[in-house]
């Protein structure tokens, strides 16, 4: 079994985009569903304590130092923007994991995109069915379903 420190940098690596094949499968697999969402609350629960702990110190910082021509905190508002920027990416990977766990299948896409044809397809149907006015947005999501991007 993977340690938790371990588990905790390949969730990490994933967030960044620089996990490999093998850690994405890892991760992904029905038996690592409920430690990677641990794990990412952990994360984002620790970037936002970050985040609070650096706003902090960076107000500090510009109350004791007002005169300044420049921001006297600009280097902790650039590792606040990262952070921020880090804790956006973790929130999108628990939205992904969360949809994994609760379509219980390993390629939650393929079952919601099933699912998304079918609802734009219906749509379409009802449209025509029920006479209503099409406009040239339920022109654009129906070219979607052939892979056509309209909008």
Do not use: C
């Not at 921020?84 to 609760?102: N, S």
């Not at 749509?123 to 406009?135: E, F, M, T």
């Amino acid at each position: 079994m993977i340690g938790e420190e371990e588990f905790a940098l390949m969730v990490s690596e994933d967030i960044k985009n620089k996990s490999d094949q093998v850690t994405k499968d890892i991760l992904r697999s029905e038996d690592n569903r409920e430690r990677w969402r641990a794990t990412l609350i952990t994360i984002i629960n620790n970037v936002e304590t970050r985040i609070g702990y650096l706003n902090k110190e960076a107000l500090a910082l510009r109350h004791s130092y007002p005169d300044f021509d420049t921001d006297p905190a600009a280097s902790i508002a650039q590792t606040i923007e990262k952070s921020e920027r880090f804790k956006f990416h973790a929130e999108k990977k628990l939205a992904e994991v969360d949809r994994m766990i609760y379509l219980k299948q390993e390629n939650p896409d393929s079952k919601l995109s099933s699912f998304l044809k079918d609802a734009i397809l219906m749509h379409k149907r009802l449209k025509q069915q029920y006479k209503r006015p099409i406009d040239p947005a339920d022109v654009a999501l129906w070219d979607s379903i052939d892979g056509k991007w309209t909008f």
